[in-house]
Nanobody, 127 residues
Framework: QVQLVESGGGLVQAGGSLRLSCAAS????????MGWFRQAPGKEREFIAA????????DYTDSVKGRFTISRDNVKNTVYLQMNSLKPEDTAVYYC????????????????????WGQGTQVTVSS
């Protein structure tokens, strides 16, 4: 049974930082590209960042480039999202997701690319 469990969310002031973690179990972690998405109230779930199976390749949506960093530890079966210079518009529920791609450096952006999802963690940025 595949499980993805996010942690690290919370309340932070604008300009602050948070580090999200997503611990995976029940899968061969190194065979999955991993992604982070977020969903604000009344909005669609949107792509934030992806990392390839090896961790050598990453991709970000424009609004977080230079502020967020995705990384992974294939020994600990965990993917991270370091979020710096947070803004109130970053407030959302953040989800991690896993894509069982055969392509080593593939960086999926579409929700439908991902087979497994975590339950989400709330990030609230106050102004």
């Amino acid at each position: 049974q595949v499980q993805l469990v996010e942690s690290g969310g919370g309340l932070v002031q604008a300009g602050g930082s948070l580090r999200l973690s997503c611990a995976a179990s029940g899968l061969t972690f190194s065979r999955y590209a991993m992604g982070w998405f977020r969903q604000a109230p009344g909005k669609e779930r949107e792509f934030i960042a992806a990392i390839s199976r090896s961790g050598r390749s990453t991709d970000y949506t424009d609004s977080v480039k230079g502020r967020f960093t995705i990384s992974r530890d294939n020994v600990k079966n965990t993917v991270y999202l370091q979020m710096n210079s947070l803004k109130p518009e970053d407030t959302a529920v953040y989800y991690c997701a896993a894509d069982p791609t055969y392509v080593p450096e593939y960086l999926p952006r579409k929700r439908n690319d991902y087979d497994y999802w975590g339950q989400g963690t709330q990030v609230t940025v106050s102004s």
